[in-house]
C-alpha cells in the first residue's frame, strides 16, 4: 500500500501570472494498492462525477508518466479523499496530475527529484505555478518554457490569507479564452515592474510593499473579471476591513485576500456579513 497527499494550491498569486504560487493545507488524500484492473474510489461527494478508470486523471498520469520513462504502469486500485473543491482556482487538476507522477513514481521506482517532478506536471499544464507548490509547499515562484525549468521555493510564515469560494465553477479553458493575444507595451511594463516589486515584499513580508503593487496587474484580473461575480465587491470590502489586498486564485472563481495576522477575524466576518459565499481563513502548507 502506498500513501500521501498533495496540497491545494493558488496560482496567478498577486501579480505572477503563470509563475507565483502558494501551497494550502486543504488536501487530496491518495490510498492506492495493486489490483486486478485500473479502479479509483472515490469518497468524497463532489468526486463522484469524476472517471473510476484509468481515464481518471490519477490514473492517466501514471500510466503516461511511465511510459514517458519507458515502463509499464501496475494496475492499481486508488482510494481518493479530496477536500479541494473542483474547477474553483485551488489545483484539483494540478493535484491530480502531481498524485499521477508520485504513483508512477513509486510502482515504477523512477527515483524523481522534485525537479523532475515539477518539470514533468509544468509539461502537462504549460506552466509551473500550481505544480510546483503541489510538490515543494509553501511559496513558489517559477519559470517554464520549452522544456525549460527554473524555480525558486521556500516554507512561508508571513500574513494570514481568507478563500472566498463561490458555488459555481469556471474552467481553465473559460479562463484563458478572455485573455487578449497581446499587451499594450505600457501596461506590459507596469506589470513587470510591479511584480518585481512585489516579490521583493512577499519574500520580506512587506505588506506595505504588497499593498502598493498588488493592485498592479494588467495581465488577466481585469479581464476575468467578469467571470466572478462577486470578485470586485469581495475586494471592496476587504479593503475597507483591512485587508492587504486581494486577488483571484488561479483562474477563479474562488479569490484569495491577504491580511495581517491579528486582522483576519475582522475581514472574515465582514466578507460573511456581506457576500454569499463560502468563506474561511486557509493556511499555508509547508513542508
Do not use: W
Not at 180 to 187: A, E, G, L, R, V
Not at 245 to 254: D, I, K, L, Y
Not at 270 to 283: S, T, V, Y
Amino acid at each position: 500500500m502506498f500513501e500521501f497527499k498533495v496540497p491545494a494550491t493558488s496560482a496567478n498569486l498577486g501579480l505572477g501570472f503563470d509563475s507565483i504560487g502558494m501551497a494550502f493545507s486543504k488536501f487530496l488524500y491518495i490510498k492506492s494498492v495493486e489490483s486486478e484492473s485500473f479502479k479509483v474510489i472515490h469518497e468524497s461527494k463532489e468526486n463522484f462525477i469524476l472517471p473510476m478508470d484509468e481515464s481518471n486523471l490519477i490514473i492517466k498520469t501514471a500510466i503516461d508518466v511511465a511510459k514517458k520513462f519507458n515502463k509499464v504502469m501496475p494496475k492499481i486500485q486508488v482510494t481518493t479523499i479530496n477536500e479541494i473543491p473542483l474547477s474553483r482556482g485551488l489545483g484539483s487538476s494540478s493535484s491530480a496530475i502531481i498524485a499521477g507522477i508520485e504513483l508512477a513514481n513509486f510502482y515504477c521506482d523512477l527515483k524523481l527529484k522534485d525537479y523532475d517532478k515539477i518539470l514533468i506536471g509544468s509539461e502537462i499544464e504549460g506552466h509551473p505555478d500550481n505544480i510546483g507548490p503541489c510538490v515543494t509547499g509553501g511559496l513558489f515562484i517559477g519559470s517554464y518554457d520549452d522544456g525549460v525549468l527554473t524555480y525558486y521555493h521556500s516554507p512561508y510564515h508571513h500574513f494570514s490569507y481568507i478563500v472566498s469560494i463561490p458555488n459555481y465553477k469556471i474552467q481553465t479553458v473559460e479562463a484563458r479564452s478572455v485573455l487578449p493575444d497581446s499587451y499594450k507595451k505600457q501596461d506590459a511594463v507596469l506589470h513587470n515592474a510591479s511584480a518585481n516589486v512585489f516579490v521583493a515584499g512577499l519574500l520580506n513580508g512587506d505588506q506595505n510593499i504588497i499593498r502598493k503593487t498588488i493592485i498592479n496587474d494588467r495581465f488577466h484580473e481585469s479581464y476575468r473579471s467578469d467571470l466572478i461575480k462577486e470578485f470586485k465587491e469581495i475586494k471592496e470590502i476587504a479593503k475597507k476591513s483591512g485587508a492587504i489586498g486581494t486577488v483571484m486564485s488561479g483562474a477563479g472563481p474562488t479569490v484569495l485576500t491577504i491580511t495581517e495576522n491579528g486582522h483576519v477575524s475582522a475581514v472574515l466576518n465582514a466578507l460573511k456579513n456581506n457576500i454569499e459565499c463560502d468563506h474561511e481563513e486557509i493556511f499555508v502548507y509547508n513542508k
